[in-house]
């Protein structure tokens, strides 16, 4: 039956490193402030598995740790790392085992955010004081899930009431290491369930001016000592919920979101910028673009049900309206005040999706159910160019694509015996692209298509004696975007429209349980890519994106809890990943951007009834990124080693009362200077104080 098939949190316990986590956000009423039809991470009624790692964090840990984006949420967790593409974009990243945001899918709700264009999406701009729960699925996706899910899977679960009115208030503030306030946050929530209906409404903004350097940090002609010049950035989300619920399995739901935002991007700190470095410049280096983002926009419309059909079926939907509004200025130099050369713009994206999911399933007997899912998504991607706006009021022409998706999946779960079940699925999907005018006259308005089937096999054995196997082998893919079919780079690059999809064969084999007082949950993995799409060299100044790249993802991750005491809990997790590409034309391509160890280890002490105190310490090896100055010869590439790192962490929290605490901390205590991507240092120091009162 669909209300059995609920996601607990237990795996938290272990995965996030995280102790005296609250397993699932319940009031006293038993129900769950978790919006059930946004999930993704799919547990039965026993608790067990679909057949792969999951980790989930919880709104309570988010708000003691202070870790309010995305990125900075899933940093501490096995399996995951965080980067920084560097460059004029300044992106943040998460990687699940080394795939990357374009094979990790991102939903919300249950949702995908799919930006159309390039889906080159920046983890920073995603908040999260205002969720439920993250879900992280790891190597193993459901194929109901839809198309994309080749490495993993990151759910943005909003809440739902559950009291007749209940409400929260917060208001928190960031310093630096000199003191200075640096960002304010602010978030209401209220909401109020009612015998058929129910409704939810949150705000929360987030204003940000940058954050400072460690003072270690040596400073350079173009960045000096203190805040990390144009490092500001401005967030907001408004989420607005109505429920309808007229019996005890069936629900309707109508949500809407916006998201707003507006963000600067930092510059290298070692390489030329205009109106800071005098000419000439050192032979091979350039000067770093001038670019902001004034406008980061998702705005969604997205109505969710789930009726019993009687007999043991059930049918699930999900239909969706996003829009994406996004502003890319360009300007003449470092000071961004004046846009007047050519290679100042304002490029606009104008991005619409709709589409659904109808999922139907049933209980075939008493061992098997049986679950069918079709998928369909429509994109539009405006892009309008508006080149030198300080002298010249007219647009280029608008370039406008289009692209279909669709997805048809089928998965049987089959009860073998008491302590034994098998998951198999299946999908078909397909990527078609029905306009494109992302490529220059030379070569046309080409269209083009791609398919792919997916299929994975689970076994979950849950023995008497405690504990949870499970092993799974899954086979998925990930389609080109427009901009890797279409781009020509400024006419440096030749379209390939036929691009087929990136493919990742992943093995498994896991176990989560109790070895004696401590709770274990660990898993082996690997991975063999496919058809990774590389950039080669296909004549003089040119060169085009291929399917020619293959590679290896393998490693071992571990968490662990226990406690010491009954008002001390030790929990820690580790992580080994070891990636290895290959591409025909460039022998010396490295993986990048991930370090081959990293560990979380936190210690959570009670020391009051009222007051708990958590120091916990980060841990990376080093990682390679791709050096800022490349060679000449397009089929050699250069990298920088960036140093491993180990910061120190600390969060308290006093309960004031039932109702009211305050959670203060301190985040890289020992201010240690360091960087996830050449030339691009994180923050230093940073104080946090937080207030919450619930009504």
Not at 227 to 237: A, K
Request: aromatic share 10%; charged share 25%; net charge negative.
């Amino acid at each position: 039956m669909p209300l059995l098939l609920r996601v607990v949190g237990t795996s938290c316990l272990v995965s996030c490193g995280f102790g005296l986590t609250a397993l699932a956000q319940q009031s006293s009423d038993g129900l769950d402030e978790v919006f059930a039809l946004g999930e993704i991470v799919v547990r039965s009624s026993d608790e067990t598995t679909q057949g792969g790692t999951s980790s989930t964090i919880s709104a309570e840990e988010i708000k003691r740790t202070n870790r309010a984006t995305l990125d900075d949420a899933l940093r501490t967790l096995p399996g995951v790392s965080v980067g920084n593409t560097g460059g004029s974009r300044n992106e943040r990243l998460i990687f699940v085992r080394g795939f990357d945001r374009f094979q990790v899918p991102l939903y919300v709700d249950g949702i995908r955010v799919y930006l159309p264009a390039d889906n080159r999406l920046d983890f920073g701009r995603f908040l999260t004081p205002d969720l439920a729960e993250t879900q992280i699925q790891k190597g193993y996706v459901s194929v109901l899930n839809g198309p994309g899910g080749m490495g993993g899977a990151i759910n943005l679960v909003t809440r739902q009431p559950t009291e007749v009115f209940e409400g929260e208030a917060r208001v928190g503030l960031e310093a630096g290491n000199r003191g200075d306030v640096t960002t304010r946050t602010g978030y209401l929530s209220l909401g109020s369930r009612m015998d058929r209906f129910f409704v939810q409404g949150s705000y929360l903004t987030r204003d940000n001016d940058g954050y400072y350097l460690s003072r270690d940090y040596t400073p350079t002609d173009v960045q000096g000592a203190g805040r990390r010049d144009y490092s500001d950035t401005e967030d907001s989300r408004l989420n607005l919920k109505f429920g309808f619920t007229p019996n005890a399995t069936d629900e309707y739901v109508l949500s809407y979101t916006r998201q707003e935002g507006a963000k600067n991007a930092p510059y290298n700190v070692d390489q030329p910028v205009r109106g800071i470095t005098p000419a000439p410049l050192p032979v091979g280096a350039s000067y770093q673009r001038d670019w902001e983002w004034p406008e980061w926009d998702l705005k969604g419309l997205t109505f969710y049900s789930t009726t019993d059909l009687g007999g043991g079926a059930w049918l699930k939907t999900k239909l969706f309206h996003h829009q994406f509004d996004n502003v890319l200025s360009a300007y003449d130099d470092y000071t961004h005040s004046s846009q007047t050369v050519g290679r100042a713009f304002d490029s606009t994206y104008d991005d619409t999706a709709w589409g659904g999911t109808l999922e139907l399933g049933s209980d075939i007997g008493e061992r098997n159910t049986l679950t069918s899912a079709f998928h369909y998504r429509y994109d539009r991607h405006r892009d309008i160019q508006l080149s030198r706006p300080d002298i010249n009021s007219i647009p280029d022409p608008t370039e406008t694509s289009r692209e279909r998706t669709l997805s048809f999946a089928l998965e049987d779960r089959f009860q073998l015996r008491e302590d034994l079940s098998l998951v198999g699925g299946l999908s078909f999907d397909r990527a078609e692209v029905l306009s494109a005018s992302r490529t220059s006259t030379d070569y046309g308005d080409p269209v083009g298509s791609s398919d792919a089937v997916n299929w994975q096999l689970a076994a979950i054995w849950t023995p008497g004696a405690g504990g949870e196997y499970h092993a799974s082998l899954s086979s998925r893919t990930r389609f080109p975007t427009l901009f890797e079919r279409y781009s020509t780079r400024f006419g440096t690059a030749v379209p390939n429209p036929d691009l087929d999809a990136e493919r990742a064969l992943t093995a498994e084999i896991g176990y989560r349980g109790d070895l004696g007082p401590v709770a274990v949950e660990t898993a082996l993995f690997y991975s063999e890519i496919e058809d990774t799409i590389q950039s080669l060299n296909v004549g003089v100044g040119l060169s085009q994106n291929q399917n020619v790249g293959d590679g290896t993802y393998a490693g071992f991750e571990i968490g662990a809890r226990t406690d010491l005491t009954d008002r001390l809990a030790l929990s820690a997790n580790y992580t080994y990943l070891d990636r290895d590409i290959t591409d025909p034309v460039r022998p010396g391509l490295k993986a990048t951007d991930t370090p081959r160890h990293s560990a979380y280890l936190r210690l959570d002490w009670q020391a009051t009834e009222s007051l708990s105190i958590a120091p916990s310490l980060e841990l990376s090896s080093s990682r390679l990124s791709d050096s800022a100055i490349q060679p000449a010869d397009p089929t050699d590439v250069s990298y920088t080693r960036n140093a491993g790192f180990g910061l120190v962490n600390l969060d308290m929290e006093w309960k004031a009362s039932d109702r009211a605490s305050i959670v203060f901390g301190v985040r890289n205590a020992l201010d240690k200077n360091y960087e996830l991507v050449e030339g691009f240092p994180e923050a230093g120091r940073t104080f946090f104080l937080t207030t919450a009162y619930t009504f």
